[in-house]
C-alpha cells in the first residue's frame, strides 16, 4: 500500500513557475513508475507526465512538453513536477499517481493523492 501526499500547488501569473512535490508512504516507491495527472472544471482528468521506476525514462503529455519536468528522488520517497511558462490553461487540480505499468491512462495507477490545485492568471 503507498498513500500519496501532493503540495506547491497556488496561484501564479501566466509566464511563472511552480514546483509541485509528491511525497509518498511505503518502502515499496522505488518499484512503482510515478505520474501526474490533471483535471480542469467539466473536463476529464488527462495524463500530464511520467517517470520510470528508474528514473530514466520519461514521458510527457505534448501539451506540457518543454515546459513541465517531472523527476523523482526513491531516497526521499517524492516525486517532483517542474512547471515552468505556465498558461492559463494549465489550471486544473493536479494529482500524483503511482502504478506498476507504463501507461498514460488513469485506470492503469493504483493509487491517488487528493490532489492539489493550480491556478494560472492571464
Known amino acids: 500500500q503507498v498513500q500519496l501526499v501532493e503540495s506547491g500547488g497556488g496561484l501564479v501569473q501566466a509566464g511563472g513557475s511552480l514546483r509541485l512535490s509528491c511525497a509518498a508512504s511505503g518502502r515499496t516507491f522505488s518499484r512503482y513508475t510515478m505520474g501526474w495527472f490533471r483535471q480542469a472544471p467539466g473536463k476529464e482528468r488527462e495524463f500530464v507526465a511520467a517517470i520510470w521506476w528508474s528514473g530514466t525514462i520519461t514521458d510527457y503529455a505534448d501539451s506540457v512538453k518543454g515546459r513541465f519536468t517531472i523527476s523523482r528522488d526513491n531516497a526521499k520517497n517524492t516525486v517532483y513536477l517542474q512547471m515552468d511558462s505556465l498558461k492559463p490553461e494549465d489550471t486544473a487540480v493536479y494529482y500524483c499517481?503511482?502504478?506498476?505499468?507504463?501507461?498514460?491512462?488513469?485506470?492503469?495507477?493504483?493509487?491517488w493523492g487528493q490532489g492539489t490545485q493550480v491556478t494560472v492568471s492571464s
Open positions: 499517481a503511482g502504478g506498476f505499468y507504463t501507461s498514460r491512462r488513469p485506470d492503469d495507477f493504483s493509487y
